[in-house]
């Protein structure tokens, strides 16, 4: 599931490839001190808004907050999986970027400096033949011995992440490409099947390193192909705003049952005042800072406050919380365009939790 807005990763020059050992600047490390220097590159990091911008920006919103009626808003709800169908259907390939940025930001997505040989452990296709050859046998297959391994997708693996709303593999195929850890395992899932079918059509799809499925994140009863407990990272990048906001809470509370005890949840989202929600017209809001876009998908923007809670809320604690306002620039058009999103660690830990934190900007 996706509909990211264009993010350009040019902002700090060229990027590096990771497998080089060089790392790019992360986001916040360029600041525009002079205005009229606006236009030298093609974009600033952490621009600061005025009151009267911030303001105007949230007069902007008022003016366009009138909800739909609640039979609009039930048929976007029911029909949300014809509508990321045709979205990919429609752009296919065409909608993949490179997320240069990934290992900077998350750096737990890139190869670890511990990487496991992966001696002494059983390949997923040795498990499914002796489970095979046990069913044939007539054997028990559902009451393994304690030393013996669970068989599913990534059973073998040491490290396991998995990517939520993967949508055409941005995030997947990157890290694929650049973490060559041996105990590496990736899953990703989409709401869409096109999406799926689009990874799986993928030259760099390797089902021996990379499980690929179809999920609806909002759906809490559906399971998902890996046993609790039993992942390191879940990354969800442009994807928890595509969900309703009643359906948020359940959402990260059955992910967080997923992770390891010190597993950790990565999210970089839409932030409140984003270009893109300052853009809608009426007619198009559901419910406050909820919108539909024109092709039928939906799109929540975030507080830091917002999303604290929501993690709080699942038991996880926080690593970082952080907001990215970049000013974005067409130096052809001489246009200015103010991003903001929101960036999230949050890691899973057995120590009771403390009481809420009343500020999330690190």
Not at 101 to 116: A, D, I, V
Not at 118 to 138: H, M
Not at 217 to 233: F, G, K, R
Request: charged share 25%; net charge negative.
């Amino acid at each position: 599931m996706l509909a990211e807005e264009n993010m350009t990763d040019s902002a700090n020059g060229p990027t590096p490839d990771p497998a080089d050992g060089l790392k790019r600047p992360q986001f916040g490390t360029r600041f525009l001190t002079d205005p009229r220097e606006v236009f030298q590159h093609n974009a600033w990091d952490n621009v600061q808004w005025s009151e009267e911008q911030e303001d105007a920006a949230r007069r902007k919103v008022q003016e366009n907050s009138e909800p739909l009626p609640a039979e609009k808003q039930d048929d976007f709800e029911n029909r949300a999986n014809e509508y990321w169908n045709d979205f990919y259907g429609i752009h296919e390939n065409r909608f993949f970027k490179d997320r240069h940025w990934l290992f900077t930001e998350f750096p737990e997505l890139g190869p670890r400096h511990s990487q496991s040989s992966g001696e002494g452990t059983t390949s997923d296709q040795e498990l499914v033949q002796i489970t095979a050859k046990l069913e044939l046998n007539g054997e028990e297959t559902h009451a393994p011995a304690a030393e013996e391994t669970a068989v599913f997708p990534g059973a073998s693996a040491s490290y396991r992440i998995l990517e939520v709303g993967c949508g055409v593999g941005n995030t997947v195929f990157p890290i694929l490409k650049t973490n060559n850890d041996p105990g590496l395992f990736v899953y990703c899932c989409d709401f869409s099947s096109t999406a799926i079918d689009l990874v799986k059509s993928n030259p760099e799809y390797n089902p021996s390193r990379c499980h690929a499925f179809v999920h609806d994140l909002s759906d809490v009863t559906a399971t998902y192909p890996m046993p609790e407990q039993s992942l390191d990272v879940i990354v969800l990048i442009f994807v928890l705003s595509a969900l309703h906001p009643e359906k948020m809470q359940s959402s990260i509370r059955k992910l967080a049952s997923l992770l390891k005890p010190g597993g950790v949840l990565l999210l970089r989202d839409y932030g409140r005042y984003d270009m893109a929600q300052l853009r809608f017209k009426k007619g198009r809001c559901l419910s406050e800072n909820f919108y539909v876009r024109g092709d039928g998908t939906r799109v929540y923007f975030f507080t830091q406050e917002e999303l604290h809670d929501l993690f709080y809320g699942a038991g996880l604690e926080k690593v970082q919380n952080l907001v990215d306002r970049r000013l974005q620039v067409n130096r052809g058009k001489q246009l200015t365009m103010y991003r903001v999103w929101v960036q999230c660690k949050y890691r899973k830990n057995t120590k009771p939790q403390q009481p809420a934190e009343t500020t999330c900007q690190d």
